[in-house]
């Protein structure tokens, strides 16, 4: 592989690929419930796209004096950054319905409160591009913020709109006004008038927009869904046909290691374009029908389309996990103040190592390049962050800055346990387990709808699977000990040297190891 490959792909899927997506159930969306809950109905213009603001007016009456503050969002599902979307906010006001004002406070960062909130019809204000307005702490990542040219547009509503505290769950439309002739991807479906509609505001934020004028798009079929992929490129040097192109093997092995896709159409959102002026300079966030990637503008080359499509490997199969299978603290994600989930060496780790293991095993990624990454993820383990600092807390302090300094381990680190379970799981069963198997019980145990229990899981796993498992997570999970690469590799018949650290695969191993390589290396569920 050409250096830019082992670059590029360390630089992107190392440290910037994001966390947990909200796992939601799909809705259609947009009727009306049966109880009391109203629709909130957002209008969003761009304005002067000069200005870089987006003008938003949200419609809704029946507010209730429960829901008198607007709340911005302090942070974002998956994302682990403090956001304050509330610093980009100018010029809030609430009128009624005869156009009076409603005296309106702002009580904290993120936060609105409105006076008499049942008489409001409307709430409007504007609200700044994250990407070219400076703060002077806490940039928003690009992915995961708002971007306004004239050639194209990116929004993520989290970063635009606010919504009445206690209307979380209320259905939600969005009529938002592009110029004529604009192509617009996004999973979002549109209702019979044409607006945007979502069942509830997480739902919103879990669907970002790209649109332009001259993005590129290519579709495809996986697993019988399909999947679209919409690019913009500023100097148009990379198209979403040849995205497809690199894309498509790792895209069919993903719905062949799934047993089928689970979800009814997928959409990647590529933005490729040299970085914004602050903060973090590219990256790519998952949700659960679509994924936004924010990189630079190389020249196209195979080793490049390689390094993106081990990204979109990742952020594609968080399909699995957190969205068909997540606990019940990140079923219902809190805008203000989120609370971690204990379980991110799976919906991070687990993912991570899938995104290579379904390349490995689909005969896509030889075994050699597999292994030349599993080398870099234990260097970075031992040389960029603390090897003692055990998974399960770097999940429970990922929001303060302790946690936040080893948070890029769980790309590293978990991946490497992640490997180390699936060749436990296959030495225990004798060939007949691996942690594939395992992730498929679990979609089918629990699926979109049916959280697990946050404290319980790994009881819950030690059931499905084996009493060492147990033993396992307590030792490389809850805790952090040295992690046993050389004996378990060993198992596989690869020799592990810690003073390159290097691996081999042995040129005379037993007929044990043997069997056991050639399960670990097989394409499942096949057989
Ligand atoms: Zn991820």
Known sequence: MPHLHTRAGRLLAGLFSLA????????????????????????VELGDQADDRFHVRLVVEGLSSDSDVLQFAATA?????????????????????????????????????????????????????????????HPVYPMAGTSIEADHVLFNAHAVLGFPTGM????????????????????????GTGMYAAEDFDFLVDSPILAGSALTVATTEVGGAPVEIYTYAKAGGIRSDMLLESMAAMLNASADFLDGLPVDRYVFLYHFEDPPKQGTPYGAWEHSYSS???????????????????????????????LNIHSEIIEHFDFEKPVPSRHLWLYEGV????????????????????????????????TQFDPTYPLEKLALTSYGDEG?????NIYMRGALVAGLLDIRLLELSGGEMDLQDVLLELMERYGKEEPFDDATFHQTLVDMTFPEIGDFLQ?????????????????????????????????????????????????????
């Open 351 to 382: 993912t991570e190592w899938g995104s290579h293991m379904v390349q490995l095993r689909a005969g896509i990624k030889p075994l050699d390049a597999y292994l030349t990454e599993l080398v870099q993820k234990i260097s970075a383990d031992q």
């Open 168 to 191: 979380q769950d209320a259905p939600v439309r969005l009529a938002f006004d592009l110029p004529e002739g604009w192509t617009v991807g996004t999973a979002l479906e549109t209702d």
């Open 292 to 322: 936004e990637y924010v990189l630079p503008e190389a020249p196209w080359s195979e080793g490049y389309g390689q390094a993106i499509t081990d990204i979109a490997a990742h952020e594609f199969l968080h399909i699995v996990t957190p």
């Open 404 to 408: 936040q300094a080893q948070y890029g």
């Open 20 to 43: 947990i997506a909200l796992a939601l159930p799909r809705g259609a969306g947009a009727q009306s419930p049966t109880g009391d809950s109203p629709a909130l109905t957002y209008h």
């Open 475 to 527: 030792r490389y999970v809850v805790a952090a000990e040295p992690l046993p690469i050389a004996e378990y590799y060993a198992k596989l018949g690869i020799d592990y040297d810690p003073a390159g650290p290097s691996f081999r695969v042995m040129e005379e191993p037993t007929p044990e190891q043997e069997a056991l390589r050639a399960a670990w290396m097989a394409a499942r569920p096949s057989a």
């Open 77 to 137: 599902p998956g994302t682990y950054q403090v956001m304050d979307i509330g610093r980009f906010v100018e010029g809030l006001r609430a009128t009624g319905a005869d156009g009076s004002e409603i005296a309106v406070e702002r009580v904290s960062t993120n936060q609105w409160r409105i006076a008499s909130p049942a008489d409001v019809r409307e709430i409007s204000y504007t609200v700044a591009e994250t990407w070219d307005t400076p703060v002077p702490e």
